[in-house]
């Protein structure tokens, strides 16, 4: 019996293509580079020096954080546009390390997909080096895999991994928070990197909409208006923090909507009431619920409903943090602290 020449390509993967792909990205990686990084790309692991940031603490505590884009990724794959699922996973992963007062420091990435296509990889990985270098993150290393039959044509799972730092007595945890704080909500710009299935449910599945779409309440095409670009909150977090008011409790508004990310870092004693329509309304999400007959709630705990973070002070702050963030971003007065059992009610 005689076999066929068989090799690693023809079974699916092309090392060729992945050595291709890390020669577009190579120099833009090392645009984000500080000085503490000490390894380029290649090496079997980064190396980062420490020393230096450390002086600049008196009790040091690592934080990392790992996240995904999910399936948004479907919707960048139907409008052949990958650029802005790089600035989401960026924004994904810092924003759930900074909102406990941590300053990021570096990021790794994982890009999976069925067949590994050079131009792909270089859009996506051109997004996270935008979004790197706009937060002062080094993009230290990261990984490509191409698996034929693990993932279907097409398909791309995005993941990322970041490591910041914060000093042990600032680490912002909620546990001071208590009945009668204010709660402050920074916009959104839409979805960000959530509930997309539902989203994609509603308005492929049910109302029949192309990602082409253009419907009067929305200012752009559906797909456009899905791929907005998950909102980094770094330079709001640390204009408030920098200033050294005082912030007991800072919530990401990410997967599980206000409902569910709020009430993480609510004490066992208190409840937060959320007041609706003291923000402006993002018309994607009206949308969405009109489509579906989708109940309140249950939009409060798949969607961020136009409120992308979240801090909670006492009120003789609110205005101080208004002041440092009148030039980044409008803030609303969204609800307050009651006495209650860590949950999120509306009103």
């Known amino acids: 019996m005689s076999y066929e020449k068989v090799n690693y390509k023809s079974a699916g993967v092309d090392i060729d293509a992945g050595n291709e792909a890390v020669a577009r990205i190579k120099d833009g990686v090392k645009s984000t580079f500080t000085n503490n990084v000490l390894t380029g790309l290649g090496s079997f692991g980064s190396l980062y020096d420490l020393k230096p940031i450390l002086e600049d603490y008196n009790n040091p505590v690592m934080v990392q954080s790992i996240d995904g884009v999910g399936t948004k990724t479907i919707i960048a794959r139907k409008m052949r546009k990958f650029d802005s699922i790089g600035i989401d996973l960026l924004s994904a992963c810092s924003n759930d390390i900074i909102v406990m007062g941590a300053r990021p420091l570096t990021f790794l990435d994982y890009i999976a997909n069925d067949k590994l296509k050079p131009d792909i990889i270089e859009e996506i990985v051109s997004g996270m080096i935008k979004a790197c270098k706009e937060t002062g993150v080094s993009l230290v290393g990261g990984e490509t895999a191409e698996m034929p039959d693990t993932y279907l044509p097409g398909e791309h799972d995005l993941v990322g991994i970041i490591t910041g730092v914060v000093e042990k007595d600032k680490i912002i945890t909620g546990e001071t928070i208590e009945p009668g704080d204010a709660v402050l909500g920074l916009p959104s710009n839409g979805l960000h990197t959530n509930g997309y299935s539902l989203a994609r449910k509603l308005l492929f599945d049910i109302a029949g909409y ?138």
């Open 210 to 347: 192309g990602v082409n779409k253009k419907i009067p309440e929305l200012k752009k095409s559906i797909g456009s208006t899905l791929l907005e670009p998950h909102i980094n909150y770094s330079n709001h977090v640390f204009a408030v923090l920098d200033k050294n008011i005082n912030v007991k409790g800072i919530a990401h508004i990410t997967g599980g909507g206000l409902m569910e990310n709020i009430s993480r870092i609510l004490p066992d004693d208190s409840d937060v009431e959320i007041k609706k329509g003291s923000w402006p309304d993002l018309p994607i999400f009206n949308v969405m619920q009109s489509i579906g007959r989708v109940d309140e709630n249950e939009m409060f705990r798949s969607f961020n409903m136009g409120i992308g973070l979240v801090f909670i002070v006492d009120p003789s702050n609110v205005n101080k943090i208004n002041k440092a963030l009148r030039a980044l971003t409008p803030i609303y007065e969204i609800g307050s602290v009651i006495c209650g059992n860590k949950k999120v009610v509306l009103k």
